[in-house]
């Protein structure tokens, strides 16, 4: 799995002031948490995957209860990114889909093989491509089956696709090539000299970061922090150029990014990070706000950074603060930004012994009662960083 880990030096600290602060009588009382684990207590070394769900209420374990329980090579929940859909699914970036209410696999993406790639989600319609066979076909979540797409239309388009779906751009990282695509099966390109910088250090090399603005305009980089927009008519507007010089500076020569991206925050400020190796000789993900309107930017260093419903973290000297509505609820050590999972008064959190490890446990905090619970997991059952899958009401 290929993803930018932000880990923080992280012990856990449980404020006793809490319990006596007031929320939001909008929170929920009731929220049950869905994780994925990983059983190796098989005699034959087979490994097993469990989905559990963690029933909370008023802040309280009440009880936990197993969703599915299958082989590693058919259950595959915590590889990547899974999500909890319509409060009543759970699906994997491969195209599984488990119906938590009759706690069934009801489809098996590849069957069970990682050879499929979810596509999109909309409404009773889940989308898979299957790239070995180039297929394309849907699930109907309502009907509980699934067809082949014979017009794939919008999802055979390579790279990123517009918001309106007619057109997508990809980039080619060997010539330095933006190139337009039409359903149509055409192709045209929209300019050359584009390439991110790599560290000899890097393992995992790509194309330029791409983000469509609308459905005419593509933020992406001629270079290292030279931030520009291409059009779908193939003209070019410089945006800014940051001078990442005192960022991206070694003795050794290793200078470069480990990757460059684009994406917007919980504020909807478009974010470029992108990853250099310093005077320090650590690399570390420097992030800017892009004000596309204004062509400026300045250093994303918010001293709280969103989380969702309410929740929001701060990162000091080592040390990871989190707080709720305002309020400071705990402090952490070893912190995994991008992996927790937040409901209306509830946040779950990995927590691991060392930066190098898998974590040990999961931490919940509600609003219900002001306290944190802890689940920990022993060998032979473990957890990774992407465990947790999410909430339902």
Known sequence: MVKSIHVLFFFFIVLATISSCEYNNDDLLRASLIVANIDDSGSEGDRTQHLIKYDFAKGELVSTETIVTNPGGQLRFNCEKSQVYRNRYIITDFGDIVDITTRQFIHRGGSGSAYTRLLSLEGDYVFIHQPQTDEYYYYDLAKQEYRELEDPGKWSLPGLLSPDGTLSVSSNRNEGQVWLHYINGEMEMLGA???????PLASSLSGVPLMWLDNERVL???SNGEIVIVTVDGSMVPVVNIDLSHLDFDQSGYTGALHASFYRDFNSNIIYSISLIGPEGKFRDNRFVIDVENESYS????????LGHKFEYSSREGITVIRYDGYEIGQQQYFTD???QTIEGHIAITRQESPVLYPTSIRVWSSANGKWTTMDFEFPIWITYSSIIGWIE
Request: avoid cysteine.
């Open 193 to 199: 000299g584009f390439y991110v910088e790599y560290s």
């Open 220 to 222: 992406t980089q001629k």
């Open 299 to 306: 250093m994303y260093d918010p001293e709280w950074i969103a």
């Open 338 to 340: 991008g992996y927790e």
